[in-house]
């Protein structure tokens, strides 16, 4: 038989994680242009802030907007890496837009930067209009020529 120290205890257990959902800082009702969020990043490894902001800020975001779909894109294994791999980052999809808009997260940045940055670029449409001009294609990392053949083809 459970005391009821053990309930309460997890009573509070899960009060405090509603509320770190309810008044996170991600979570707010984002615009209806927005259709969903892709993050892409190397695993834990790859880039940490990402990988931060996705375990901490993400479902506070998820929270807020319960019909917006976010896609976790799964590292590419060593053996299936294409020669020109995106960097890491979060693609915008919207509703009145063909074209995604990308996000670059450099591995530089605290966790905790990302959230506002993030949502000023969701919220203010100069600030997306900004972002989208910025780019003509997702940023990638181009693969490097080869030293040992003087960036010639080996035949």
Do not use: C
């Amino acid at each position: 038989m459970k005391s009821a120290f053990q309930i309460s205890k997890k009573t509070m257990a899960l009060n405090k994680k509603l509320a770190d959902l309810h008044h996170s800082p991600a979570a707010r009702a984002l615009p209806p242009t927005i259709a969903s969020l892709a993050l892409r990043y190397k695993g834990i490894k790859g880039n940490a802030t990402l990988s931060h902001w996705a375990r901490e800020e993400l479902p506070g975001l998820k929270w807020a907007n319960p019909g917006l779909k976010i896609i976790i894109e799964e590292p590419l294994t060593p053996g299936s890496t294409p020669a020109n791999l995106q960097s890491p980052g979060i693609t915008i999809n919207l509703t009145d837009s063909a074209e995604p808009v990308f996000y670059p997260v450099p591995s530089t940045v605290r966790s905790q930067n990302v959230t506002p940055e993030f949502l000023r670029i969701l919220t203010e449409p100069e600030a997306l209009a900004r972002l989208r001009s910025k780019q003509t294609k997702a940023p990638t990392m181009e693969a490097q020529p080869s030293t040992s053949t003087g960036g010639q083809a080996a035949t």
